[in-house]
Every structure is written in structure tokens, then in C-alpha cells.
T-cell receptor, first 114, second 113 residues
């Protein structure tokens, strides 16, 4: 039973356009949601997070939106750059994201074309 | 990655052999985690540690054991490796006093033939 799901295995966008990556979850007890980016042969790196008490968090080109009623979150990248091409994982935790267990989605491979 | 070293980075072994993967950190973080990454599954937690000699199971712990005898080292052991354990293994660390969530090493690619 997958508690965090990324239903789109891949996404391709043109450089300069918006990339929207989606994530759905089933556990209403999740307190934090995170996005990690992963390049080949490297470990995932933390990108941005959002608390369940908020509906938006922005950091530069990256914005995460949380819709608790729909149990859905999304990551917007504007403008997209070729260096953003990577696998993106959403993750969720009950309790602190620093000390709690993270549940990951399957990942979405983003390709940004020049 | 700075602060976390996984060894070996690559390993090929045969079914039935024991395998130990090492995660070493220099951050003095309290929490350490082992994940496996497989296509279609993302990252799944195998075991985690919340202090020296304090460990607990994750969602896919069958066939794996761990040990943490000192803060900086977290070992993952496959007692008798099976082909289903072919995967990429990631170690992560975190700490309640850090403003960052889990931080990952660069992974170990393990192939069991």
C-alpha cells in the first residue's frame, strides 16, 4: 500500500517554461512534505519542504503547493533550466522531517530541453 | 558527499554470500538510515538508528540486519544475499538540532548474481 504516489514517471518541458510535478498521498497524519532531487550516480538532495499547516512555500524558482483536502502536493519550477533535469522524489513524514521516517514516492524524471 | 561516506560504492557478489555495507558520517548526527532504491518503488526505508545501539525496522527490513556501535558508523548486513536484494542502497543522516532534513550519501550499487 503506497502512501505517497507520483503517478507520472516522466515529464518533458522546454527550457524557460514551467515544470509542474505532482504527488498524491493517502495518510492524513503526515506533518511534513518534502521534495528531493536526484542526479545519476548521486544521492538525493533536499530541495524544498512544506509543513502541513501551510499551503505554499517558495524558494527562488521552486514553489511547493499543498492541498490537504485533496491530499495532493505539487512542485512548480519556473523558469525551468536544463540543469533541472533529474529525478524528483516527493516524501512525507509523520512528525519532524529531521527525526521521523520519510515515505517516498516512486519519483518523476524531469527532462528540460534547451 | 561531504559528511557521509558509503563503502563500497559498487559491489558484485553471488547469491548466498554475506555482504556488509558501511555508512560513515563526520557530522555527529544522531539519526542514521538505510534505504534501497528500486525502479517503480522510489526509496524505501530498510532500518534506521536513533542512537548508538538503538535501531529499529523500516518497511522492507526482511533479510537485513544493522549495527551501530559508534555514532559515526552504521552498518547494513545481508546475511545471505539473494538476487532480490540487487539494488542501490543509500544511507542518510539527520539530527533534531539541524535545520535540514535527511541528508543522503552517494549510494552503493549492489549486484547479486
Amino acid at each position: 500500500d503506497q502512501q505517497v504516489k507520483q503517478n507520472s514517471p516522466s515529464l518533458s518541458v522546454q527550457e524557460g517554461r514551467i515544470s509542474i510535478l505532482n504527488c498524491d498521498y493517502t495518510n492524513s497524519m503526515f506533518d511534513y512534505f518534502l521534495w528531493y532531487k536526484k542526479y545519476p550516480a548521486e544521492g538525493p538532495t533536499f530541495l524544498i519542504s512544506i509543513s502541513s499547516i501551510k499551503d505554499k512555500n517558495e524558494d527562488g524558482r521552486f514553489t511547493v503547493f499543498l492541498n490537504k483536502s485533496a491530499k495532493h502536493l505539487s512542485l512548480h519550477i519556473v523558469p525551468s533550466q536544463p540543469g533541472d533535469s533529474a529525478v524528483y522524489f516527493c516524501a512525507a513524514s509523520v512528525g519532524s522531517s529531521n527525526t521521523g521516517k520519510l515515505i517516498f514516492g516512486q519519483g518523476t524524471t524531469l527532462q528540460v530541453k534547451p | 558527499d561531504a559528511g557521509i561516506t558509503q563503502s563500497p560504492r559498487h559491489k558484485v557478489t553471488e547469491t548466498g554470500t554475506p555482504v556488509t555495507l558501511r555508512c560513515h558520517q563526520t557530522e555527529n548526527h544522531r539519526y542514521m538510515y538505510w534505504y534501497r532504491q528500486d525502479p517503480g518503488h522510489g526509496l524505501r526505508l530498510i532500518h534506521y538508528s536513533y542512537g548508538v545501539k538503538d535501531t529499529d525496522k523500516g518497511e522492507v527490513s526482511d533479510g537485513y540486519s544493522v549495527s551501530r556501535s559508534k555514532t559515526e558508523d552504521f552498518l547494513l548486513t545481508l546475511e545471505s544475499a539473494t538476487s532480490s536484494q540487487t539494488s542501490v542502497y543509500f544511507c542518510a543522516i539527520s539530527d533534531e538540532y539541524s535545520n535540514q532534513p535527511q541528508h543522503f550519501g552517494d549510494g552503493t550499487r549492489l549486484s547479486i548474481l
